[in-house]
C-alpha cells in the first residue's frame, strides 16, 4: 500500500458524503460481485502542498487520476500505484473561482469553472489546451451541472423558466445540449429535489432528506450522456446527435428507511426534535447516483449497503449489464477504468484522501440482482 502525505482539511464530510443508505433490517438478500482490494492511498498532510478543497476527480484510459484541488486552485496527476506525476499549480490565479467538477472527455480534463463562466480544457500531461465560455455556449444562465461532450459540444443542466419552458413546474432543470455557434436543443426535464418546510422556533427552515430521489447527470467519454430520477431504477442514455438511445432497467427494489436513519439524520439538524416533522420516504432511492469511467462504462450507485459498503453495478455504454462491487459507502467523486476503481474518502480525522481498488475474485453484495429479465436493454 502506497501512503503519501500532503494537505489535511476538515470540511465538506457532509457536504460530500451525506448520510450513508443502510440495508434494512433482517436477511440481507444477496448477488454475486466483483470483490474490491483497497491497493493504493494518498492522504492529505499537514504542510499545505496538498488537497485542501476536493472539488472533482476522474481518470485516463491509462489509469492516471487527475484531482481538482480548487481550495488552491491545482490540478494533480496520480499514477495507478498513488505517485504524483504531476501538478498544476495557480491554474485559478486569474480571479475569483467556483470549482465545482472535473472529467474526461475522452480526449481532455474538462474543468468546471463557475466563478469565471467557463469550460477549461487540459491534456493528460497538464498543458493547458483551450477554454470556453458559457456565453460562447449559448447558455441564458448559470447552470447547476455542465460537461463536455467531446466534439459532440457540451451538456448542460439550467433552470427551465430560463428557456420559456411550458413545464408547469418551473423550478426543475432542463438538460440541454449544444455547442459553440450552435443552437441549444432540450433533451429532457429533470424534476426538482422535493423541499420540507420545517418549522424552527417560528422561522421556517427548507431541507432536503438524503432519503428523497434526486436526478442524477454523467457523461461518458464517448459523447453520450446517462441521465436518472433516481425514483427507479431507470437510466435514459442520451447523445447529441441522435437524442434518445434508450434505457437501462433494474430492479427498484430498495431498503427501507429504518429508525436508525431517521435517528441518524435527526443528528444533523439544527434541533433533533426536529425529526418529528420531517416526512421521510418508505424506502432509500434505487438510485443514488451515476459516474462514468475512462472506458466508457457507467456506474450506478445503489442504496445497498452492509457493514459500511454500498453496492455500485456496472453498465456498458450500449446498456448491457456486465458486474456488481462493493465499494466503502464513505468514497465520493469515484470513477475508474478497467479492473481499477477510484474515489475521494474522508479518514476519521476529516483529511481528504484518494483511494485506488483492485476488482479481483467473486464476493457477496447486498441487494437483488441488478438486472430485471424482463426489461429491454438494447440500446
Known amino acids: 500500500m502506497v501512503r503519501i502525505l500532503l494537505g489535511r482539511v476538515t470540511l465538506l464530510l457532509a457536504a460530500l458524503l451525506g448520510v450513508g443508505a443502510c440495508a434494512g433490517a433482517g436477511p440481507i438478500p444477496m448477488s454475486l460481485c466483483r470483490e474490491a482490494e483497497l491497493e493504493a492511498v494518498v492522504l492529505a498532510g499537514a504542510q499545505g502542498d496538498g488537497f485542501i478543497a476536493i472539488d472533482g476527480m476522474t481518470v485516463g484510459p491509462d489509469g492516471t487520476a487527475f484531482v481538482l484541488d480548487g481550495g488552491e486552485g491545482s490540478l494533480i496527476a496520480f499514477s495507478p500505484e498513488g505517485d504524483e506525476l504531476w501538478r498544476v499549480s495557480g491554474m485559478v490565479s486569474d480571479g475569483p473561482v467556483e470549482i465545482v467538477g472535473l472529467h474526461w472527455d475522452g480526449e481532455h480534463l474538462v474543468v468546471y469553472d463557475l466563478g469565471r463562466d467557463r469550460l477549461q480544457y487540459w491534456t493528460e500531461f497538464g498543458e493547458l489546451a483551450g477554454e470556453e465560455t458559457f456565453t460562447d455556449l449559448g447558455l441564458l444562465e448559470l447552470p447547476s451541472w455542465i460537461g463536455s461532450l467531446g466534439d459532440s459540444g457540451v451538456a448542460a ?30 433533451l429532457t426535464f429533470l424534476p426538482p429535489p422535493r423541499l420540507q418546510v420545517l418549522d424552527l422556533y417560528g422561522h421556517p427552515l427548507p431541507i432536503l432528506s438524503p432519503y428523497q430521489p434526486q436526478p442524477s447527470v454523467t457523461v461518458l467519454p464517448g459523447g453520450s450522456l446517462g441521465v436518472t ?36 439524520f435527526g443528528r444533523l439538524l439544527p434541533d433533533t426534535l426536529l425529526i418529528d416533522q420531517v416526512d421521510l420516504p418508505a424506502s432509500h432511492p434505487p438510485i443514488r447516483g451515476l459516474a462514468a ?25 450500449r446498456g448491457e449489464f456486465l458486474d456488481s462491487f462493493t465499494l466503502p459507502d464513505s468514497l465520493a467523486f469515484v470513477g475508474g477504468v478497467g479492473g481499477l476503481i477510484y474515489g475521494i474518502a474522508v479518514d476519521p480525522l476529516g483529511a481528504l484522501q484518494l483511494e485506488i481498488y483492485r476488482l479481483t475474485g467473486d464476493a457477496s453484495c447486498p441487494g437483488p440482482p441488478p438486472v430485471d429479465p424482463s426489461a429491454d436493454l438494447s440500446v
Open 229 to 264: 430520477l433516481g425514483d427507479e431504477y431507470r437510466i435514459g442514455l442520451f447523445n447529441r446527435v441522435s437524442g434518445w438511445l434508450g434505457e437501462i432497467v433494474g430492479s427498484s427494489a430498495a431498503p427501507a428507511v429504518r429508525t436508525e436513519d431517521r435517528l441518524a
Open 293 to 317: 469511467t475512462a472506458d466508457g462504462h457507467l456506474l450506478v450507485q445503489t442504496s445497498w449497503s452492509y457493514r459500511g459498503s454500498v453496492r455500485w453495478d456496472r453498465w456498458s455504454e
Open 157 to 186: 443542466v439550467v433552470p427551465s423558466h430560463s428557456y420559456g419552458s411550458e413545464i408547469e413546474d418551473t423550478e426543475g432543470g432542463l438538460l440541454l445540449v449544444g455547442g459553440v455557434g450552435a443552437p441549444l436543443d432540450t
